[in-house]
Structure formats: C-alpha cells, structure tokens
C-alpha cells in the first residue's frame, strides 16, 4: 500500500495539547448542563425554550469542531472545512425541505374531514386549479 | 511496513500527517456523507414527532436523568478518545492502551444503556411497531447506537494491532480516524439529545 503522500499541504497546524482538550470537554460539560436546565428546570418559557436549546446545540457543535476536530486548522486549500460547507448545503436542504413540504401537506390534508376535502376540492377546481 | 520505517517514525509528525494526509481527507468525505444519511433520519424524525398514533409521545416515554447520564458518559469518552491521540503524539504506548481501553468501556456503558432504554420501551408495548414516532425514533438512535457498536469493534481491533506492532505510521493512522469517527458520533448525539429528548419533553 502507497503511504500517504507527504500531506495535501504542509503547514503547521496548531496542536492539540492537554490543556485546549480539558478546555473544550468542560465548555462541552457546561453546554449540555445548561441545555438540560433550561429544560428540566423551566428556565425559560415558550419559543424561547426551543431558540435556547438549538443555540446551545449549535454552540456545543462548534466548540467540538473546533477543539475535538481541529477543523479550519489545517493549511489551504482547505479541503476537510469545504468538504463541510458542502455537507450543511445538503443538510439544510433535506432537513427544511422536508419539513417544509410535509407540513404544508399536513396543513392541506389532515386537518380537514372528508366532506371538507370535497367541498375544498371543488372550490379549488372552480377556481381553475 | 519495515521495520527501519517503524523504528524511524517522528510521533510528533505522523500525527499531524495522519490528520492532514489523503487518507484522513477521504475519511472525513465518509464522515460528510454519513451526516446526510443522519439528516435525512433527523428530518423524518422531525415530520413524525407528532404521529403517535394516540400513544404516549416522548414527554411520557423519555427519563431525562437517564438520557443526561448517557449523554455525559459519551462526552467523557470522547474526551479521553481525544487524550489517546495525544499520547500518541508522545509514543506512549502504555497510556493509548490505556485511554483506548477506557474509551471502550466508557462506550460500551453507553451502548448497555441505550439498549436497556429500548428494552424497557419495547417490554411496555411501545416498540418501533406502535406508532410513526416509534419508528422514527428506534430508526434515528438505533442508527447512531449501530456506528457506536463498530466503533467499539474498531477499538478492540486497535488495542490489538497497537500491542502487536506498537505505535507505528500504520497505527497512528488508524488511531487519527478512529478518533475523527469517535468525536463526530458525539456531535451527532448531541443532536439527538437536542432534538429527540431535549424537544420530546417540552
């Protein structure tokens, strides 16, 4: 087998060392904690609650890129952080395409009886759909 | 893989290697890939949160101190998966055996816990058959619970190799993916801690 050739680039990179990785597993420790009490404990109230645990879900995902996964340290060009942005573009389409479209068939469908359905067709085929 | 090579290895450089070679490169366009395979689970969980079928949802199914528990377990394992590679970095064969040893165990909790979490699920009548939400469910965790399980398979095969052939170029490679495949299975429990049980309970 070849070995690895000698890098795709080879600037240094920032090691990690013992003290960045103890950083990193406390600020990770402190985000699930919070995110636990503001749920258990009722910190906060409605949309808030859900706009608070996301930050802290997203926050918690850079601090572990970041300090667990040295992403964004390696030299140019950046293969590893593009290959990435990459990957969120798909995520993002399939996770709010996907709650997009269903929710809209949910609003059209579900919600309404069978005689609902029918007289909702007929208005929308009157209407030239 | 000589022997001369073996014995010639710069630690300290075969890791960042290992990080920044092709091999690492062409293992984080899997680890990308595999987070699209989550996401689409993610998104059928999120359109069948609700399609519990007149069944309990995850308000009256998820013990929250238990989940926090799991949660922490794997972070810690993370943690110690990533002081593993750093010992690696120094050539301390003795201390990665050691830390790889923990983070088995320390993974090997968290899996008898999930799986105790699906038996008593199951055990009271809501198994992935009772409702599109059960589905959606086992199908997102049981997945992440899965590359937990190979992972645990990729540790003990390291544990081997390392005490067999010692802290070489090969190991050290190995070593550097587990660990970029370790610490995304924990991102992706975060998530799942976010989404499925943090937002199951509100």
């Known amino acids: 087998m070849k070995e690895d050739a000698p890098v795709i680039s080879k600037q240094p990179v920032g090691p990690a060392t013992v003290w960045s990785l103890t950083l990193g597993f406390v600020l990770a420790v402190g985000l699930t904690l919070a995110a636990y009490f503001v749920v258990v404990d009722h910190w906060l109230y409605g949309v808030w609650v ?12 850079l601090v572990q890129l970041i300090f667990f996964l040295h992403l964004g340290r390696e030299g140019k060009p950046r293969w590893n952080l593009a290959a990435f942005f990459f990957m969120l573009i798909f ?10 479209i269903m929710y809209n068939l949910n609003y059209n469908m579900i919600q309404m009886s069978p005689q609902q359905m029918d007289s909702y067709m007929k208005q929308q085929s009157n209407a030239g759909f | ?20 070679g092709t091999t690492a490169l062409g293992f984080w366009i899997y680890l ?11 998104a059928t969980f999120a359109v069948l949160r609700g399609a519990t079928y007149g069944g309990p949802s995850g308000k009256e199914l998820f013990g929250m101190p238990f989940v926090l528990t799991e949660t922490l377990i794997l972070l ?6 990533g002081l593993v590679l750093l010992g690696a970095k120094y050539n301390r064969t003795k201390l990665v055996i050691l830390g790889l040893i923990i983070t088995f165990l320390l ?23 009772a409702s599109a939400f059960l589905s959606a469910f086992f199908t997102l965790v049981g997945t992440h619970g899965a590359h937990i399980s190979m992972g645990l398979i990729w540790i003990i095969v390291m544990i081997g190799q390392i005490l067999k052939k010692g802290l070489v170029k090969g190991t050290i490679r190995r070593l550097t993916l587990f660990s970029l495949f370790w610490h995304f299975l924990d991102i992706v429990w975060i998530f799942i801690f976010t989404v499925v049980y943090l937002m199951g309970v509100l």
């Open chain 2, 76 to 81: 810690t394992s993370s943690f110690v998966c």
């Open chain 2, 107 to 129: 993974g090997a909790a968290f899996l008898t816990l999930e799986l105790t979490e699906f038996t008593h699920l199951v055990q009271d009548g809501h198994s992935w058959r």
């Open chain 1, 91 to 100: 995520l993002f389409i399939i996770i709010a395409g996907s709650l997009w």
């Open chain 2, 1 to 20: 893989m000589s022997k001369t090579d073996s014995i010639a290895v710069e630690h300290l450089d075969a890791v960042e290697t290992a990080r920044h």
């Open chain 1, 50 to 61: 859900v706009v608070a645990i996301v930050a802290l879900a997203v926050a918690q995902l």
């Open chain 2, 32 to 42: 990308m890939t595999d987070c699209i395979l989550f996401a689409s689970l993610f």
